[in-house]
């Protein structure tokens, strides 16, 4: 399956292909930044919001891996990939989080996965809404992390809150600039 293939479902389909999804190989994703595809908003948020975003997965430490979010300038899904920056010159970044192994969560609608991102642990303002974030992400094929799906959960205490938001990761290379965890 390729990227093009996630973006011509629908929210039903998506999440079929994320119950199926593969465990994600730490090792292999550590290092590695990501192309993001929002596959669910309506045109009109698209405008407001984003369609293509940054996902980085760096070490962090042994068995650990965390990562964070760049705004991306928006030329579509196939134009230039351009960071956003700040007036110094930095990515601007955003929701960073912790890959974790759901370890016997019982996640909304099914899904049994192994793995997830954690925004609650990973140093984010408590003022961040991200701070709530607990989404499922999985590989799509068999042997491959070169394309993710993620789902939008969040986590209000034992709660899990299901959205119908999914975006899908193609590996664009490696890390460009390893970004410090907030606080």
């Keep these: 399956m390729i990227l093009e293939d996630l973006m011509q479902m629908d929210s039903r389909q998506l999440h079929r292909v994320l119950c199926e999804g593969h465990p994600l190989d730490l090792a292999r994703l550590a290092g590695r930044q990501y192309l993001g595809v929002d596959l669910s908003l309506p045109e009109w948020a698209r405008q407001l919001l984003w369609h293509t975003f940054r996902k980085t997965f760096v070490s962090d430490g042994p068995?650990?891996?965390?990562?964070?979010?760049?705004k991306m300038e928006q030329y579509g899904v196939r134009g230039p990939q351009v960071p956003k920056r700040t007036a110094h010159g930095r990515q601007l970044t955003f929701g960073h989080y912790r890959v974790r192994e759901t370890g016997g969560l019982r996640f909304p609608k099914g899904w049994r996965g192994a793995h997830y991102l954690d925004y609650?642990?990973?140093?984010?303002?408590?003022?961040?809404?991200?701070?709530?974030?607990?989404?499922?992400?999985?590989?799509?094929?068999?042997g491959?992390?070169?394309l993710l799906l993620g789902w939008e959960v969040f986590r209000v205490g034992p709660a899990f809150l299901p959205f119908p938001l999914y975006w899908a990761l193609e590996v664009q290379g490696a890390v460009d600039a390893v970004v410090p965890r907030p606080g």
Excluded: K
């Design 63 to 70: 068995g650990e891996v965390r990562g964070w979010n760049v």
């Design 120 to 142: 609650g642990s990973a140093g984010n303002p408590m003022t961040d809404p991200a701070r709530l974030g607990c989404t499922p992400l999985v590989a799509v094929n068999a």
């Design 144 to 146: 491959s992390q070169d």
